[in-house]
């Protein structure tokens, strides 16, 4: 049993508390499409219920360069959504030297990518909690959605947390989707599931703040680490991620990398690389004569794969590195007329 803090000394009207929060001065930290959900919805609240919310002061990073030769300034998506809403704005790229101009109530963090530290937590009177796309423990990290579908989890959920003053993702859970979660097709993107995770995130956001679930003592409710499901880290994404070795991935393997990541690259024995941007389950099963690998065959339009487990897919969509984007298809096959493409003849991609 966790040791705790003898209730005489953690009930609210000890610390300094009412048992009833007043309205709240929010501080939130976002960036993506998933927190945007969690800001309209309390930003709804904030009209809707009386002394519920004070204020919302909206925290997000400065735009970043990106493109060729890194000259456009890609803005955070958040940033159109508060302005659109009509609240103010802080642009940080860290909170080193950094105070609020208004000592906020609470802080909330939704898909924000900054660590907030401890002095900020300190600042505000009921610290902070975080929406997080994943039944924690389980997918602890800056990607649980993608590693959702990576990991072919069957189900997964939300969790609303406090904000650990040492570290991402170890908060108190105040409030868990229930068992058994909400389930995940086989198909489905991140893009789809990440849009639903963040309307039930937002949802849940609102509940917890309506029900005081982040006014101290905090009581855990997650369920999910005394079941007997799995338990992973969700780290970024990276380039790496995006590989395709097939003599490795099994067809499942490849499905899944695409619903979850996109496009996808491998490199040709010659040493160059493949853009892949759509492939399909062909359930051919008479390419027994070639190993796992891309190869052309008499006919067909499209370059076919062998996974490592035998299944042959189709290459629907792909770009020839440093030629026309979306032909990659028609210069394989000029390239590779009838022949086997073994992948095992490759790198494995490493460069």
């Given at each position: 049993?966790?040791?705790?803090?003898?209730?005489?000394?953690?009930?609210?009207?000890?610390?300094?508390?009412s048992?009833?929060?007043?309205?709240?001065?929010?501080?939130?930290?976002?960036?993506?499409?998933?927190?945007?959900?969690?800001?309209?919805?309390?930003?709804?609240?904030?009209?809707?219920?009386?002394?519920?919310?004070?204020?919302?002061?909206?925290?997000?990073?400065?735009?970043k360069?990106?493109?060729?030769?890194?000259?456009?300034l890609?803005?955070?998506?958040?940033?159109?959504?508060?302005?659109?809403?009509?609240?103010?704005?802080?642009?940080?790229?860290?909170?080193?030297?950094?105070?609020?101009?208004?000592?906020?109530?609470?802080?909330?963090?939704?898909?924000?990518?900054?660590?907030?530290?401890?002095?900020?937590?300190?600042?505000?009177?009921?610290?902070?909690?975080?929406?997080?796309?994943?039944?924690?423990?389980?997918?602890?990290?800056?990607?649980?959605?993608?590693?959702?579908?990576?990991?072919?989890?069957?189900?997964?959920?939300?969790?609303?947390?406090?904000?650990?003053?040492?570290?991402?993702?170890?908060?108190?859970?105040?409030?868990?989707?229930?068992?058994?979660?909400?389930?995940?097709?086989?198909?489905?993107?991140?893009?789809?599931?990440?849009?639903?995770?963040?309307?039930?995130?937002?949802?849940?956001l609102v509940?917890?703040?309506?029900?005081?679930?982040?006014?101290?003592?905090?009581?855990?409710?997650?369920?999910?680490?005394?079941?007997?499901?799995?338990?992973?880290?969700?780290?970024?994404?990276?380039?790496?991620?995006?590989?395709?070795?097939?003599?490795?991935?099994?067809?499942?393997?490849?499905?899944?990398?695409?619903?979850?990541?996109?496009?996808?690259?491998?490199?040709?024995?010659?040493?160059?690389?493949?853009?892949?941007?759509?492939?399909?389950?062909s359930?051919?099963?008479?390419?027994?004569?070639?190993?796992?690998?891309?190869?052309?065959?008499?006919?067909?339009?499209?370059?076919?794969?062998?996974?490592?487990?035998?299944?042959?897919?189709?290459?629907?969509?792909?770009t020839?590195?440093?030629?026309?984007?979306?032909?990659?298809?028609?210069?394989?096959?000029?390239?590779?007329?009838?022949?086997?493409?073994?992948?095992?003849?490759?790198?494995?991609?490493?460069?």
């Amino acid at each position: 049993m966790l040791w705790r803090l003898p209730a005489s000394l953690t009930h609210p009207a000890v610390r300094g508390y009412s048992t009833r929060a007043g309205p709240l001065k929010i501080l939130f930290c976002g960036a993506d499409h998933f927190s945007i959900a969690s800001l309209r919805a309390l930003t709804k609240a904030h009209h809707e219920v009386p002394g519920l919310i004070d204020s919302i002061d909206v925290v997000h990073r400065p735009a970043k360069p990106t493109g060729r030769g890194l000259k456009t300034l890609k803005e955070v998506p958040i940033r159109h959504a508060a302005s659109e809403l009509g609240l103010t704005t802080h642009v940080i790229d860290t909170f080193t030297g950094w105070t609020p101009p208004t000592r906020p109530d609470l802080i909330v963090a939704v898909s924000f990518g900054l660590f907030v530290p401890p002095r900020l937590l300190g600042l505000a009177k009921y610290g902070g909690i975080n929406v997080h796309p994943s039944l924690l423990p389980d997918l602890r990290g800056p990607a649980p959605i993608e590693h959702a579908i990576l990991n072919r989890r069957s189900c997964t959920g939300v969790s609303v947390q406090t904000l650990h003053p040492k570290t991402f993702d170890q908060g108190t859970i105040l409030a868990q989707t229930p068992a058994p979660g909400i389930a995940v097709a086989p198909d489905t993107t991140a893009h789809v599931l990440a849009e639903r995770l963040a309307e039930v995130g937002a949802q849940m956001l609102v509940d917890v703040i309506k029900d005081n679930g982040f006014v101290p003592p905090h009581k855990d409710v997650g369920w999910y680490a005394s079941s007997s499901g799995p338990v992973d880290h969700a780290p970024k994404i990276t380039k790496q991620d995006h590989f395709v070795d097939f003599s490795e991935k099994t067809m499942d393997a490849i499905l899944a990398m695409q619903s979850a990541l996109g496009e996808l690259w491998c490199i040709l024995p010659n040493g160059d690389r493949l853009i892949i941007h759509k492939v399909a389950d062909s359930l051919k099963s008479d390419a027994l004569n070639h190993g796992p690998g891309i190869w052309v065959e008499h006919g067909l339009k499209d370059p076919l794969f062998r996974a490592a487990c035998g299944r042959v897919g189709i290459i629907l969509s792909s770009t020839y590195a440093g030629s026309k984007a979306g032909h990659g298809n028609a210069k394989l096959l000029r390239m590779l007329p009838t022949q086997e493409v073994s992948m095992e003849e490759t790198s494995r991609g490493e460069r």
